[in-house]
């Protein structure tokens, strides 16, 4: 597939039909994330494909009552929206909660941890959420996401697990002091798929020189 | 492009022209960056564009010295490494070594800054560093990578200069509480350029329904 029609259709698919993915197909989006950079090349992070059915249902267990906290505080703080904004908060939110209750239908939970040890963070002691360490991870994921899109699958990248990372490490037997970063749910679309994405225009997001100044004359 | 091949072939370049980039050329990269996912959809996340030559020198000055520190830190842990391992290790602290010394004749210097209120954050409070905010960030920051080697340009994601945020802000007029995630010199590669890259092999880097176990029967 061309990279940019990739990118431009790789949106969060939530509905997953139970069939299982071929192992070449596996193999081809795994290999995908391995291409991602990482600080000095560490490569600090794994995945832990999850098949297993006991399993899933395990982190679907452990997902749902996060996911239900979750979502009637994203409720609340997003009460004043109205028109199609609302309507489509109201889409993304029905797909959520079917990934919820679901989750163990998606043949692959695709488990990122990382290697606390080997993470090139350059962000800390700053008096503000540290970000850096996701800089050697979550360039990886994307990769996987757009190796999905290639292949057909559909995928999102939830974090919400990390809550429950204790529970997680002992499911997967996770070594001490690895720890998790990412959790996507794969599987064939049930539903609509890839599309078109819902962003803001580039101006808004991209300035010249300095926060808020033209980007091009 | 391919997907899979630009992925296969998207290697840190740091050794640029000082030619400029077009604009038509540099809309595509940053719209593809817009592409990436986002905790909520909320893209927490605006990039400065710094095509200043001032401004470029400024954040030369401050990454220099930063650099030299690192790459000493780097060499003493990397001592060990003999034959090929450390002969490659050379050749790309040489070409650190350029790009910190050169790093205001890359034409462009992406610089992502993040909303610190807009993150969506799960793995705090687990007693160990934070990453999960990065997940905002850094799929939009490889999506950028990607399109640069679609279109030629040669690139490579830094985050030193997080360590010189309060200059950084400063320099380039970023409002509280916004924050430094990622450095991007661009610009069209001087040297070899693009190509195959380092990476571990799949087997050691994915496993099956547990840490450690085989992925494949």
């Not at 299982?20 to 494909?49: F, H, K, M």
């Not at 906290?69 to 939110?93: F, I, V």
Request: proline letters at 6%.
């Amino acid at each position: 597939m061309d990279l940019y029609e990739a990118m431009r259709t790789t949106r969060a698919v939530r509905r997953h039909k139970p069939d299982p993915i071929p192992d070449d197909v596996l193999r081809r989006v795994l290999e995908a994330a391995t291409w991602g950079p990482t600080g000095g090349n560490a490569q600090p992070w794994r995945i832990v494909v999850v098949r297993d059915a006991a399993k899933r249902r395990a982190l679907r267990d452990l997902y749902l009552p996060l996911w239900q906290e979750y979502s009637k505080e994203y409720m609340e703080a997003s009460r004043g929206l109205t028109g199609e904004a609302a309507a489509k908060r109201d889409r993304m939110l029905g797909a959520a909660n079917h990934l919820a209750a679901h989750l163990d239908v998606s043949p692959v939970i695709a488990v990122f941890v990382f290697d606390v040890r080997r993470m090139a963070i350059t962000d800390e002691g700053l008096g503000r959420p540290s970000v850096v360490g996701g800089a050697s991870i979550y360039p990886a994921v994307q990769n996987l996401l757009l190796a999905c899109r290639n292949e057909g699958l559909g995928c999102v990248l939830t974090t919400l697990l990390c809550k429950a990372e204790r529970e997680v490490i002992a499911l997967l037997e996770i070594p001490q002091p690895w720890a998790t970063a990412a959790f996507v749910p794969i599987g064939w679309p049930a539903s609509k798929g890839h599309g078109p994405l819902t962003r803001r225009a580039l101006d808004g997001m991209a300035f010249g020189d300095r926060f808020g100044g033209a980007l091009f004359a």
